[in-house]
């Protein structure tokens, strides 16, 4: 794994985006995650804008106990959930992945309850892209 940002845990797969995409929808089922969005950047650029673009998508991940957790203690945090996951293919026809680091994210929210939850968190999702790598 490389952390090439503070606020993302990322990596760089030998495989195909498509594979890139299973392993990591199944790395995060096996952290409690589930997904609740999913949105294809290149589709959507296409239909939107006529424009191409590379194989890209967003997966918001949803861990239910996390999630609860942090509204019980700060309803507005629902502004930064889910947490976001995104694979692209790469111009090497590899698969990026990277994963929100959570206390970056909630980094603007003001609590130690918060932040508590939110290292927790990271750890499952860094823990998605070791899984993967």
Same mark, same amino acid.
């Given at each position: 794994?490389?952390?090439?940002?503070?606020? /993302?845990?990322?990596? @760089?797969?030998?495989?195909?985006?498509?594979?890139? %995409?299973?392993?990591? !929808? =199944?790395?995060? &089922?096996?952290?409690?995650?589930?997904?609740?969005?999913?949105?294809?950047?290149?589709?959507?650029?296409?239909?939107?804008?006529?424009?191409?673009?590379?194989?890209?998508?967003?997966?918001?991940?949803?861990?239910?106990?996390?999630?609860?957790?942090?509204?019980? /203690?700060?309803?507005? @945090?629902?502004?930064?959930?889910?947490?976001?996951? %995104?694979?692209?293919? !790469? =111009?090497?026809? &590899?698969?990026?992945?990277?994963?929100?680091?959570?206390?970056?994210?909630?980094?603007?929210?003001?609590?130690?309850?918060?932040?508590?939850?939110?290292?927790?968190?990271?750890?499952?999702?860094?823990?998605?892209?070791?899984?993967?790598?």
């Amino acid at each position: 794994m490389e952390k090439v940002k503070g606020y /993302a845990f990322s990596t @760089v797969l030998d495989t195909s985006y498509e594979d890139a %995409i299973s392993k990591v !929808t =199944d790395a995060l &089922k096996e952290e409690g995650f589930g997904i609740l969005t999913e949105i294809d950047v290149k589709a959507t650029l296409k239909k939107k804008l006529d424009k191409d673009f590379r194989k890209y998508v967003i997966l918001g991940a949803c861990n239910p106990p996390y999630a609860h957790r942090s509204l019980e /203690a700060d309803l507005d @945090v629902g502004l930064l959930l889910p947490c976001n996951v %995104i694979v692209y293919e !790469t =111009d090497d026809k &590899k698969a990026y992945v990277s994963a929100i680091n959570p206390v970056s994210a909630l980094e603007v929210i003001k609590s130690e309850e918060l932040r508590r939850i939110a290292e927790e968190v990271s750890g499952k999702l860094k823990m998605v892209i070791e899984r993967i790598v």
